[in-house]
């Protein structure tokens, strides 16, 4: 099992970003996805999720009506569309899987997770 992060990089605020995270050795509807946070000096934090069975989603309340979770079963891959970027989304960005389809928001539920991408917002 491996998760595959993509898609961070250095923009603007007000600008938007697209995170791509691509599953192998298992298929992605099995799983429920996730999308996690560290900024510099914080704890890890829940983003978004989505989950396996159909593609129900939670978002944390710092993301709600600016980020969108969404899964492409054909590709194994969730993709994190993030807009109205603000210099406080500034972290690296995880993905992860976990065979659940509740508790979501909380990073012990997971088994799996992807090696991160760094999402800079300059102000």
């Known amino acids: 099992v491996q998760l595959q992060a993509s898609g961070g990089g250095l923009v603007q605020t007000g600008d938007s970003l697209s995170l791509s995270c691509v599953a192998s050795?298992?298929?992605?509807?099995?799983?429920?996805m996730a999308w996690f946070r560290q900024a510099p000096g914080k704890e890890r934090q829940f983003v978004a999720a989505?989950?396996?069975?159909?593609?129900?989603?939670e978002y944390a309340d710092s993301v709600k009506g600016r980020f969108t979770i969404s899964r492409d079963n054909a590709k194994n891959t969730v993709v994190l569309q993030m807009n109205s970027l603000k210099p406080e989304d500034t972290a690296v960005y995880y993905c992860?899987?976990?065979?659940?389809?509740?508790?979501?928001?909380?990073?012990?539920?997971?088994?799996?997770w992807g090696q991160g991408t760094l999402v800079t917002v300059s102000s």
């Open positions: 992860a899987a976990t065979p659940r389809d509740w508790g979501l928001q909380f990073q012990n539920n997971y088994r799996s």
């Open positions: 989505i989950n396996r069975k159909g593609g129900g989603t």
């Open positions: 050795g298992f298929r992605s509807t099995v799983y429920s």
